[in-house]
């Protein structure tokens, strides 16, 4: 999985492109991590060209909201894809992130 | 006179002893037989007058001289020529002996051999009116009495001079009475007891014939050609059938109900003989009707045991399994009977008997509630149906060869040819039984299934790099059976979860360890297996997570089973021989 990072003011956008499976999430976890370790808190991940998400990913971005949370910031997702989003639906997080249809939406939410 | 009365009894037991031999032989020879089956040829017929009459010349030979007159047994040659070959007989043993005395003179050479001649006319006259039965015992004895008294009665009326006439009755008649009745009796008995031994071959011979009569109804009812469809390639078929030599009434058979669909069935029926053959031919074409009429084995059976309670005066019963394999997808749907579960031996050498479904035997009481149940039969699978005539195939020590054996020669040759799998199982009871008489019935009926279905199967290791490799294999079957995308994705996310959950949690070692995946597409339904040697765990055990929570209190874990548990439609979890094994199902034209 590729993750592009870029800054748009004090949000960091994170694009991900592929899968996010148990092997590819540990990737992520790591970016995201450091991000928090340098003081990012503010957080969207665009998931236009993200094609799978299993409960291994879902876990990392749990884990990164919650991180995220708690140093006052947020982490909230855009352009779920239908596969991606039923797995979120199914896994309750539609409750627990904040998804939006589209990047620019998201980084104005903050 | 004590010793002259000695001599004469010693004399009288060696007469009766050559009367026993020549009694013996004659009976048992080939030409009696055909008499006494009242084939009266030219041939036997002279072999009886030259041997009585031989005898009859013997008996004046061997007389026993009683002061001057010779007490003899020369009527009892004739007198048993003619009561078992008929005046005839009688005559000519009787001219034999009587020529023979008359050219030897004296004073009673007349009456002796009138007599002899009498003797042998009148036994076969009794011939003639018995129509050739035989008169018995006490009738032979009897008759040689009055021949005897009449032979003195003749002796008086006819020897001259007759005083010494007189003289030799007076010296002779007991003894020659008591010789001559004696000497009947013994041949009498000897021949009875012929005859009672020809009796009870002959019933002998009748049960056989029935019993053969009962194997030719079975063996022409049951399928024998092989291979019965040439040119059906999905499976291999062969089945076997021994009858016991008391017929059991086992059967088997198989046929289309359609293109698609192969019945199978086989049953053993209560009792042995022509009626076990005649009630297992009314089942098997009580079943084949039926089956006919398109329904589930478990109605089926349920018909045909409605229908053999009612005309069933005999009482007998029937134990039968029958099953409706779908030759295109391997499903296999069956009932039982009250019979023994067929072995399911998969391509990979696993050895099972088939679950059992409820149900008895047929025949017994109307309105019986049969179950029914489904399994899928792979690429390399055999199904073996047997009888009990197998498992209770006994030694001379009345040791059983039992489910265990069974199960052991499926576990090495169970992959084999259907025909090389029921020959080798028949020969290794045959070997077990080393020459135990078998009786009961032995039926075996093997199928292997050939269609390379629409299946997957791949081994990985327990490692999470392989995951890429289990999803290039989910994708490839995918496209080759047009598999929607979404319940790709739905398979892929399912198998990755249970993936994890084993390489993460299966093992306290650091071993290298197998996981086995396999997937089939049935009827537009996708059926995965995945099968691992970890340490037991059902995934469906585990809680579900509280989706409510806010986003600080919701845990990390315990996602996975439940997006599988979501995404698939069916979760079935068995541990079997130390493995886990989960079973997931998806129906396909659902969306998503």
Known sequence: ?110 | MAGEIVNTLISLIKSMCVVVVVAYLMTRSKFYREILNKKLTFDNLTCLIMACGLFSIYGTLSGINIVGAYANIRDLGPAIAGLVGGPVAGLGAALIGAIHRYSLGGVTALPCALSTIIAGLAAGAIYKLKKGEFIGVQGAVLFAFFIESLHMGLTLLLGRPYDQALIVVKQVALPMILANTLGMSIFAFIIVNLIKERTTEAEKEMIESELKVAREIQMSIVPKMFPPFPDRTEFDIYAILEPAKEVGGDFYDFFFLDDDHLCLTIGDVSGKGVPASLFMAVTKTLIKAEASRASEPDQILSIVNDKLCLDNDSGMFVTVFLGVLNVRSGVFNYSNGGHNPPYFVRSGGDVEPLPKTEGIALGVMEEIPYGRNTIKIRTGDTLLLYTDGVTEAADKDYKLFDEERLEEVLRHAGSDEPKNLGLHLLDEIRKFANGAEQSDDITILALKYLLESRDMSMQVKNDLSEIESICRNVEEFGETHQIPPDVIFNLNLSLEEIFVNIVSYGYEDKNEHFVKISMSLVDDELIVEVEDDGRQFNPLEMPEPDLEQTLEERAVGGLGIHLVRNLMDELDYKRTDGRNILIMKKKINQTG
Do not use: C, H, P, W
Request: glycine share 8%; no cysteine; proline share 0%.
């Open chain 1, 1 to 110: 999985m590729q993750i592009t990072e870029n800054k748009r003011g004090a949000v960091t956008v994170l694009e991900l492109d592929g899968r996010l499976d148990t092997v590819t999430s540990a990737d992520l976890n790591k970016k995201i991590m450091s991000l928090l370790s340098n003081g990012e808190k503010y957080f969207v991940l665009d998931l236009a060209r993200l094609t799978y998400v299993s409960s291994a990913g879902l876990r990392v971005l749990l884990m990164g909201a919650k991180k995220s949370a708690g140093a006052g910031g947020r982490m909230v997702l855009a352009n779920l894809r239908d596969m991606v989003q039923e797995v979120f639906d199914i896994a309750g997080f539609t409750n627990i992130f904040s998804i939006y249809t589209s990047q620019d939406e998201a980084i104005s939410s903050f």
